[in-house]
């Protein structure tokens, strides 16, 4: 099991960024693929970004590409996501969370092992 802290979420406007950190406890928190989700008010929890154990690979949903960057340092335990270029449809709260494989269904939110708290990131128009 691992266990996870999300932190850097806050508010901002239209075109700024943000940098959220997920620390992970637990000696096998490198073996594990991470992975960003987000939840709006009155919706489903979607899919952000995954990285592998390795950060060798990443994917990202069409929402974000080209505007957040997923990236881990295994040596502190922690995975970050870069925020740029935010946008009010980016409301929302976001959650980091533990799969032992990218695999094919890294979408599927009910595929991961562990999940953090989550944190609030709210852009301003």
């Known amino acids: 099991q691992v266990q996870l802290v999300e932190s850097g979420g806050g508010l901002v406007q239209a075109g700024g960024s943000l940098r959220l950190s997920c620390a992970g406890s637990?000696?096998?928190?490198?073996?594990?693929?991470m992975g960003w989700f987000r939840q709006a008010p009155g919706k489903e929890r979607e899919f952000v970004a995954i990285?592998?154990?390795?950060?060798?690979?990443?994917i990202y949903a069409d929402s974000v590409k080209g505007r957040f960057t997923i990236s881990r340092d295994n040596a502190k335990n922690t995975v970050y996501l870069q925020m740029n270029t935010l946008k009010p449809e980016d409301t929302a709260v976001y959650y980091c969370?533990?799969?032992?494989?990218?695999?094919?269904?890294?979408?599927?939110?009910?595929?991961?092992?562990?999940w953090g708290q989550g944190t609030q990131v709210t852009v301003s128009s």
């Open positions: 969370a533990a799969k032992r494989l990218i695999g094919t269904d890294y979408k599927d939110s009910q595929k991961y092992d562990d």
């Open positions: 990285i592998r154990w390795t950060g060798t690979a990443t």
């Open positions: 637990g000696r096998t928190f490198s073996s594990y693929a």
